[in-house]
């Protein structure tokens, strides 16, 4: 089933101020055209964030119409830009070519030369003369190609296709519900499994040395699940994995890289951690996707932003259940797009980017003898046995995704639509409802499960501890509620963990089913009851007049609720999941500017307070001079203007004295730990100098590329007699500093800002000032 392609391969490259794409191998030749980007740095980030979940554990997708972006012309834009003028010509004449030969036409795109294109998701390339995403069809792929310094040979794959599974969940990190994880996992390939297609097999211990081990049996694919990020000391992208102890371990790509490249088998890797195809933007090879493949993968699947619970749920499935039928992995993962596009009303289908080397398919897969045939109901039923489990076992927050999945393909299947009444947050208990009756969800019988059978090697089950699930640190319902794990099967040996007491946890979920029967489901969930309260408790009221999510759709940037405050010290794991926005916009310039200048910002907030993270890529480090605060944009730091609402004042209204600020965040010679801050209070038409002020605690980190800098700034410095409610708009810039090298200490050499329209010149006038809204979250 594998397609036949002619490949049409293009290299962007950088000519002289902009850019340019060449098409350096296609059925009908050689071109080039000009290329720009029609989009801002913002736009992409904030498109990504659009597109992504929502930041909550169960990360369950929303309609589309709670998306403000459309991504058809988001898509039609970046398609026109790329495939204009000569490319585009070559990219016509080459699918006349392909289908007169009765082949398809794989896009390749070559991003060696130009690293910083590569967070942009080429993967939402839609062609306005097909009147389609490319990617959203077998017959033109999209795939981003890496030169390999060997290539392995192809693998063949008998029946069956052998899963090699990490789940990674380190003490001192936001908590994944591992068990949870292991379940939808298992839950959605249960049918492949028990048709002889696929064997899963979980890792015991999310180590390198249990990963070592494990490699000396025959696997096919490696599956990641777990956190991600960049190394911004190392400059590499980095997956999170425990050490003996369950701590966090910070692995490289590269090192990695290591490990996979001696197992023979190894020919595919999925990486479904947040930031896994990341990039430093300068080294093409850095991110963990791209160092694999670099080391000899023949081909890396990488997510570039988390996906939702039911995203994944379809991924996993087809891309296995394609692959098992022989189909290559660029038309899988097509047809894994087609999926994941028509089951729910959201975008997600591009989140996955594909990593090759070569042009030979990574594995050749062919279903022996012995396989089996499943019916075509056996993945609904793998996916309610699953959700009952987890019912039994009280873990709605596990079951939702699997019912509401089941739903979306067979609404009438069973009882799903009365249980999805029941556990569904917000939804109130429906009286009218009858209970289920034995012959659908009986709550004192057990599960039935060959779910996770053959395997490799027998799966066992954790003993962790009922903890909150703290997955992410701006996650409201991720610390709100407790799962507890399902018994353990008899002809399963239960597997030792670190954290927990099995007996206790045993008889803690027989007093929870015998509760259940009791009770049944006909109340609202207390973990979603919690999480609204964890809101509130942060972050207090939402604003009547201003929702926040009505707010949000109309303004710049989006700031969390903080459930669970940045520690300022230094240590910025505690920003993990928060979006990171771009400051791009060259603002300032007294000179020549350094090559490599640049930065990004994260912000969350609570009652207490508004937290700013600020990464700066700077080489050449200079302090301010702590004398001077009303000039502390002189030295290296960031600043930011600060004030009410100002979309209806009038273009030439000046600075609001006793409403706005500018607030200054310098790096200083003296604490190589912190920094420094200034308060500049509002004049009309402009700031004028501060001074100090010491109740705004700043942490420091620096590398060799630049530094860290986080702030906690008090509302009350911010001139708010009383904390902000949610939802509230604030306008808004983010600048970063440059000092010159020059002898002469304390002068600016660039300024850039998240706002384009940001100058010496209109600082003064907050109606062109960006705007921030106070969110519950920042999706």
Same mark, same amino acid.
């Not at 000396?216 to 980095?238: N, P, R, S, T, W």
């Not at 000039?631 to 960031?638: L, R």
């Given at each position: ?185 298992? =839950? ?122 039911? =995203? ?26 087609? =999926? ?404 002469? =200490? ?34």
């Amino acid at each position: 089933m594998s397609r036949d392609y002619l490949d049409f391969d293009v290299a962007v490259t950088r000519e002289g101020q902009g850019y340019a794409a060449h098409v350096l191998a296609s059925p009908v030749g050689q071109a080039s055209a000009p290329f720009t980007l029609p989009f801002a740095a913002t736009d992409l980030a904030q498109f990504m964030i659009a597109v992504g979940p929502p930041r909550v554990s169960s990360r369950r997708l929303v309609p589309a119409e709670a998306r403000a972006l459309d991504v058809k012309e988001y898509g039609r834009r970046l398609g026109d830009a790329l495939l204009s003028g000569e490319v585009g010509r070559a990219f016509r004449d080459s699918l006349a070519a392909a289908r007169a030969d009765g082949r398809d036409l794989r896009l390749r795109l070559r991003l060696d030369a130009v690293p910083d294109l590569d967070p942009v998701p080429w993967e939402y390339l839609y062609d306005t003369a097909l009147g389609r995403f490319l990617t959203l069809s077998q017959e033109t792929p999209v795939v981003r190609l890496l030169d390999s310094l060997e290539r392995p040979p192809v693998v063949r794959v008998e029946a069956p296709l052998r899963v090699l599974v990490m789940i990674s969940s380190p003490s001192d990190m936001p908590e994944l519900a591992v068990e949870r994880e292991r379940q939808l996992l298992m =839950a959605t390939t249960g049918d492949l499994v028990a048709s002889g297609r696929l064997t899963v097999t979980v890792l015991e211990e999310a180590t390198l040395t249990a990963l070592q081990r494990a490699l000396l049996d025959d696997f096919h694919v490696f599956h990641f699940i777990g956190h991600g990020g960049f190394d911004q000391d190392a400059q590499e992208g980095v997956l999170v994995l425990e050490r003996d102890d369950g701590t966090a371990h910070r692995v490289s790509g590269a090192r990695l890289g290591t490990l996979l490249h001696d197992a023979r088998t190894m020919q595919l890797a999925v990486l479904n951690a947040c930031e896994g195809a990341r990039t430093s933007g300068r080294d093409a090879f850095s991110g963990v996707a791209q160092a694999l493949v670099r080391q000899g993968l023949p081909a890396v699947v990488a997510m570039q932003t988390e996906i939702s619970d039911r =995203a994944a749920l379809v991924f996993s499935h087809e891309f296995y259940y394609f692959l098992t039928r022989g189909l290559g992995i660029d038309a899988a993962i097509c047809e894994v797009r087609k =999926a994941m596009a028509v089951s729910d009303e959201a975008s997600e289908w591009g989140t996955a980017v594909l990593l090759r080397s070569g042009a030979d398919q990574p594995f050749s897969f062919t279903a022996g003898a012995t396989t089996g045939t499943e019916r075509p109901v056996s993945r609904l039923e793998s996916l309610y046995d699953a959700a009952k489990g987890a019912l039994q076992a009280s873990a709605p927050a596990t079951a939702l995704p699997l019912l509401e999945q089941i739903a979306s393909e067979h609404p009438d299947y069973q009882d799903v639509t009365q249980l999805l009444t029941r556990i569904r947050p917000g939804s109130p208990p429906d009286p009218d409802v009858p209970t289920p009756g034995p012959d659908r969800l009986a709550l004192t019988q057990p599960l039935t499960q060959p779910l996770t059978q053959p395997l490799a090697r027998p799966l066992t089950q954790p003993d962790t501890a009922s903890e909150p699930d703290t997955r992410l640190q701006d996650d409201p319902e991720a610390e709100s509620h407790r799962e507890a794990e399902p018994e353990p099967e008899p002809e399963l040996e239960p597997r030792r963990r670190r954290r927990g007491n099995g007996f206790v946890r045993s008889l803690v979920g027989l007093v929870v089913l015998f509760g259940l029967f009791w009770v049944g489901l006909t109340q609202v969930p207390g973990w979603f009851k919690k999480a609204t309260a964890d809101v509130t408790s942060a972050c207090g009221p939402s604003a009547a007049a201003a929702p926040a999510a009505a707010s949000a759709a109309a303004t710049t940037f989006v700031a969390g609720c903080a459930t669970s405050t940045p520690t300022i010290d230094g240590d910025f794991a505690d920003w993990n999941g928060v979006p990171t926005l771009p400051i791009s916009h060259v603002i300032a310039q007294r000179g020549t500017p350094q090559r490599g200048f640049g930065g990004d910002w994260q912000v969350v907030w609570d009652t207490g307070a508004l937290y700013l993270r600020v990464h700066v890529d700077d080489s050449d480090l200079r302090g301010v001079d702590v004398a001077q605060p009303g000039a502390y944009f002189n030295g290296d730091g960031f600043s930011f203007e600060f004030g009410p609402d100002a979309r209806d004042l009038a273009p030439t209204a000046t600075t609001r004295r006793g409403r706005d600020v500018n607030v200054m965040v310098g790096l200083s010679d003296d604490a190589p730990t912190s920094g420094v801050a200034s308060i500049n209070p509002a004049a009309r038409g402009t700031f004028v100098a501060g001074a100090r002020h010491p109740e705004i605690t700043v942490g420091r980190a620096d590398a060799v590329s630049g530094y860290d800098l986080e702030a906690r700034v008090p509302w009350s410095a911010l001139q708010l007699g009383t904390a902000p409610v949610r939802g509230s708009v604030f306008s808004m810039n983010v600048n970063i500093s440059d000092a010159t090298t020059a002898p002469a =200490a304390w002068t600016l050499r660039t300024m850039k800002s998240t706002n384009a329209a940001r100058t010496s010149d209109t600082q003064g006038f907050p109606h062109g000032w960006q705007t921030i809204t106070l969110a519950d979250s920042a999706s």
